[in-house]
């Protein structure tokens, strides 16, 4: 059963950056397709940005499009996600989450495992 922990998140200003990093256990996340989601006080979770399993597909919310940037480091099990020019609506608990490839990819992925979520904050 795959582990994901998130790390990175913090309190940045608005126009700042952070990057968040989703570290894989107890199995390869390089059959996953990978995803980062996110949850607002009083909102329901979205979704922020996928990466397929080989890398070559990503996926993003109208949202961060331009801004984030995601990635993956199969061989350290770690996916990233590289987030630019922050806005305070981009404040919530990011988690990370594994589909795997099995289940396709495409815009909506089923997800199997979740990590336990960062923190990101920032102040306007």
């Known amino acids: 059963q795959v582990q994901l922990v998130e790390s990175g998140g913090g309190l940045v200003q608005a126009g700042g950056s952070l990057r968040l990093s989703c570290a894989g256990s107890?199995?390869?996340?390089?059959?996953?397709?990978m995803g980062w989601l996110r949850q607002a006080p009083g909102k329901e979770r979205e979704f922020v940005a996928a990466i397929s399993w080989t890398g070559d597909s990503t996926n993003y919310a109208d949202s961060v499009k331009g801004r984030f940037t995601i990635s993956r480091d199969n061989a350290k099990n770690t996916v990233y996600l590289q987030m630019n020019s922050l806005k305070a609506e981009d404040t919530a608990v990011y988690y990370c989450?594994?589909?795997?490839?099995?289940?396709?990819?495409?815009?909506?992925?089923?997800?199997?495992?979740w990590g336990q979520g960062t923190q990101v904050t920032v102040s306007s």
């Open positions: 989450a594994a589909s795997p490839m099995w289940k396709g990819w495409g815009s909506r992925l089923r997800y199997d495992y």
């Open positions: 107890g199995g390869t996340l390089s059959s996953y397709n």
